[in-house]
């Protein structure tokens, strides 16, 4: 029997189940996990045929920034629909793909002058490897042909990004066509010992566990840096691994290291920049830059699909010559798409006239406060937040539980009208940017009582 909380749209969810193989879904559970069909979104919330309606806390898969519907990101894609749709950006440019790689220059002083352009964040994330491989080539580092990535890493589920992942669910299946990584400590903070004392105490203990956890590469890089390209790495927050944090010491320590050992850094920020660690870039908190940065997910304001990689002048400079062969000839169809760029300027535009960096900090002081009853709660593990992302991890003993709990507070949520979805039991909150005050009472007190009503 399929069980839908929208009964009067099950006509359009039993179609969409017999045409449309969902993402990320073992499709059998839903004839027991219901399906929403969604008509319509405004601000935070999305609606069903029927108006009921979702609070989307999970910024529909973290891509969401500045609401559904955003009227200044709609009008501004309108006016490029009716200007240029798309051309290919091979012998063309148009001006939305330059002012938007301007502006993003702009916000790395430069540093990352080069921007190169695709759709998903998997994509970014073969351009960053790819292109590192190849600068090394380009100057004779022949030898360069191994990547660094952390333990619960992830970058994506094509074949090369899975490479450089590490989530069992995602890969298992594949090890057989996945080339071999180095896979190193995770800096994850439940790691450290959490002295019931001073915050110095914390802190230390957080630092050691970031140095530690440096200090494995370091060891590696020691060892065979003349057969590695690059370290590849989610900074501040590995999300999809179960939004593991850690001290932005550890990303100062691995840059210094990459420089040491003339490696490679690539900071893949596809989920954690634009704002979401609390700075723009992720990086920002650790006061130095990597030499490929990714971006995708919010970019777009979560308009379209959109990806893109910065990077630093002399790597640009490798690939300069009159040879074909030594030029980047990487491409997809749509790379630079206009309507995705002029959503993406949309969406930088806001951020400026908003000042959203500066608003965001009153208002994830705000959702930490609403959320306080949970960090005393003892079925409640390590509640961390950084920026405007919140988490925990459920106390589940019991197996059963333990194994459906996310596609359980996924439907106990939905009834209290919110969309959440946790990975395995971490429940986690990635809200847009644009909550008001009786939103943020929303989300912590649905939160709550789906916590209550799954755990009980
Ligand atoms: C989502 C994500 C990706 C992959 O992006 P897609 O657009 O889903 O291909 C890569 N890296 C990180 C850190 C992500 O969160």
Redesign the pocket.
């Known amino acids: 029997m399929l069980t839908t909380v929208n009964p009067d749209s099950t006509d359009l969810v039993q179609r969409s189940l017999k045409s449309v193989w969902h993402p990320c879904t073992q499709m059998q559970h839903h004839e027991n996990t219901p399906l929403i069909a969604v008509s319509r979104g405004e601000g935070a919330w999305l609606f069903d045929p029927q108006g009921h309606r979702y609070l989307d806390a999970i910024s529909s ?2 891509v969401n920034l500045f609401g559904h519907a955003n009227p200044r990101i709609n009008t501004a894609v309108k006016a490029q629909l009716d200007k240029l749709e798309h051309a290919m950006l091979a012998g063309f440019t148009h001006n939305s793909v330059v002012e938007l790689s301007e502006s993003l220059s702009d916000l790395t002083g430069n540093v990352l002058g080069h921007v190169f352009y695709a ?7 073969e351009i960053a490897l790819k292109m590192s491989f190849h600068f090394w080539k380009n100057t004779g580092h022949t030898k360069k042909q191994e990547f660094i990535c952390l333990k619960g ?6 074949i090369g ?1 899975l490479s450089v ?1 590490d989530v069992p669910i995602f890969k298992t299946a594949y090890a057989e066509l996945i080339k071999q990584t180095h896979v190193v400590m995770s800096p994850d903070d439940r790691q450290a010992v959490h002295l019931n004392g001073s915050q110095a105490d914390e802190r230390a203990s957080r630092e050691s566990v970031a140095l530690r956890a440096a200090g494995e590469i370091e060891a590696l890089l020691k060892a065979r840096a003349e057969s590695i390209c690059a370290v590849i790495l ?1 900074p501040l927050v ?3 691994g179960g939004m593991a944090m850690h001290d932005p010491v550890y990303l100062k320590r691995v840059r210094e290291l990459c420089d040491e050992y003339r490696v490679h850094l690539i900071a ?5 920049g634009c704002g979401r660690t609390g700075e723009f870039f992720a990086f920002e908190h650790a006061n130095c830059w990597p030499d490929f940065l ?1 971006l ?2 919010g970019i777009s304001g979560g308009y379209l ?1 959109l ?1 893109l990689v910065m990077t630093r002048d002399e790597i640009y400079r490798a690939f300069y010559d009159a040879k074909v062969s030594k030029a980047f000839l990487h491409s997809h169809s749509y790379t630079g798409n206009p309507l995705a760029c002029s959503a993406a300027l949309a969406t930088l535009a806001i951020f400026r006239e908003d000042q959203t960096l500066k608003a965001n900090k009153q208002l994830s002081q705000t959702i930490t406060n609403a959320l306080r009853p949970l960090q005393s709660d003892s079925r409640v593990k390590h509640f961390r937040n950084q920026g405007m992302i919140w988490a925990f991890d459920a106390q589940v003993e019991d197996p059963l539980l333990k194994e459906t709990f996310s596609r359980r507070f996924f439907a106990s949520a939905l009834k209290h009208e919110m969309l959440l979805r946790p990975i395995g039991t971490t429940v986690y909150l990635m809200p847009p940017y644009i909550l008001s005050d009786s939103e943020v009472t929303h989300l912590a007190q649905r939160t709550l009582a789906v916590f209550d009503e799954v755990m009980g």
């Open positions: 898969w973290w759709s998903d964040g998997a994509s970014a994330v890493g992830y970058h994506g589920e094509t990004a992942t989610e590995q999300c999809a893949d920020e596809i989920a954690v990714c995708s997910k699909p990806s």
